[in-house]
């Protein structure tokens, strides 16, 4: 297929309620959409990063800087044949994965439309609904906390991890358990702690929570695995995996049990696949983490989570947890009986974007031509 047109555009969409989190707090959801135009079809991708670097160094900023002086040029009016030649075409440029995703996520978007397959089948997914968990930000007390988990609960969601911190941690969990004691909880802790809270740790495997993920530095291999050998919990890394060579140390190392794996994370599908491959042999249990996408990015994971290694559930969650509007025309909704996402049906991502809700939340354009 020939690249002829790169449309790049820059987001921000209000959150319906903040997101807080040990890096910070998210009134909108920044991102870049990428669309790339070929033989008559559009290609969707989204890089979903924030304005700072406080959970990975890319920014709005560098990201839209590295794809238009450096991602896009390399691959505007080129003849793909197939959609792994990106990941290759854009591997001289280190670094700068989630800005990679975009346009790694848009070609194969476009690969599948062009075989009148719906991405999961592209992908040869096993899976037409994707089980789904909610993400609870650090909340300002308690009680808060209680009413907001209830409210999830009670939509049907039944896996929820809440965000930890140095200073909301062990009871925060400890009352959400005695609540609920059957529910699948799990805690974040985005690089917050380090190997001196080992007793914090320890306590928590009363709680039987079905993982910590990312308790220590966001790029440590080391430290996840002394504290692992500690602990009963199974550590989840997110932040410290951004590549198959990564997730190769990790598995060495025994630095986790577990992989939240976001697409954008490992620089797109290609990198994604090569990571679930790995695990799967290795035995190291995936889930599809989430970076709060619009629609774009969210149907990209439902498709992607699909896969057969993605076996617990993923941090995707309904529309309305997130945006009172989107970006496409068709809000994905939560399956309350058993807690899922169905993939959508249509070729492609199976979504319809809303160029007037994206002219709406658009900041800025741009467009590349050949
Ligand atoms: O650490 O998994 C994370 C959101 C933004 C950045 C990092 C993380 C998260 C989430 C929310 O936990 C996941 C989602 O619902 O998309
Ligand atoms: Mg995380």
Redesign the pocket.
């Known amino acids: 297929m020939k690249i002829d047109q790169i449309e790049l555009y820059n987001l921000s969409i209000p959150f319906i309620s903040p ?1 807080k ?1 040990s ?1 910070g707090e ?1 009134l909108a959801h920044t991102c870049l959409i990428v669309a790339i135009k070929s033989e008559g079809l559009t290609g969707w991708g989204e890089c ?1 990063t ?1 304005d700072n670097p406080y ?1 990975t160094y890319e920014t709005i900023k560098t990201a839209s800087h590295i794809l238009a002086d450096f991602l896009i040029p390399r691959i505007i009016n080129k003849n793909i044949y197939n959609p792994q030649e990106i990941r290759d075409l854009l591997a001289p440029i280190r670094g700068h994965n989630m800005a990679k995703s975009a346009l790694d996520c848009a070609i194969w978007d476009l690969f599948a439309q062009s075989q009148n397959l719906s991405l999961k089948n592209f992908l040869q997914g096993v899976k037409d609904q994707i089980k789904v968990g ?2 609870v ?1 650090l909340e300002g007390n308690i009680s808060q906390l209680l009413n907001t988990v209830e409210n999830y609960v009670s939509q049907g969601y039944q896996r929820v ?1 809440l ?1 930890i911190s140095p200073h909301w941690n062990l009871k925060p969990l400890q009352k959400v358990r005695k609540k609920y004691p059957h529910l699948m909880l799990m805690a ?1 802790g ?1 690089s917050a702690f380090t190997l001196d809270d080992i007793t914090l740790f320890q306590e928590m495997n009363e709680l039987n929570l079905i993982m910590i ?2 308790p220590l530095a966001y790029d440590d291999l080391l430290d996840h695995s002394l504290l692992q050998a500690q602990i009963n919990t199974p550590i989840c890394l ?2 410290s995996i951004n590549s198959l060579h990564d997730t190769r140390m990790a598995i060495a190392l025994k630095s986790a049990q577990i992989i ?1 794996l ?1 697409v954008s994370r490992v620089g797109g599908i290609t990198n994604a696949i090569e990571i679930h491959n790995l695990c799967e042999k290795a035995g190291i249990k995936l889930w599809c ?5 619009s629609g774009i990015g ?1 149907a990209t ?1 439902l498709h992607l989570a699909s896969l057969s290694n993605f076996v617990l559930p993923a ?3 309904a529309t309305n ?2 945006f009172r509007e989107d970006i496409t025309q068709s809000p994905v909704y939560l399956n309350p009986e058993d807690s899922t996402i169905d993939v959508p049906k249509g070729i492609g991502i199976g979504i319809k974007v809303d160029k007037n809700l994206l002219f709406k939340y658009k900041q800025n354009q741009e467009i590349f031509r050949s």
Do not use: A, H
């Open positions: 997101f989190f890096n998210l979903p924030f959970y909610v993400s930000s991890k965000k974040d985005n993920e990312q997110d932040e939240n976001k983490g989430g970076m709060l996408e969210r994971n941090d995707i969650s947890r997130y």
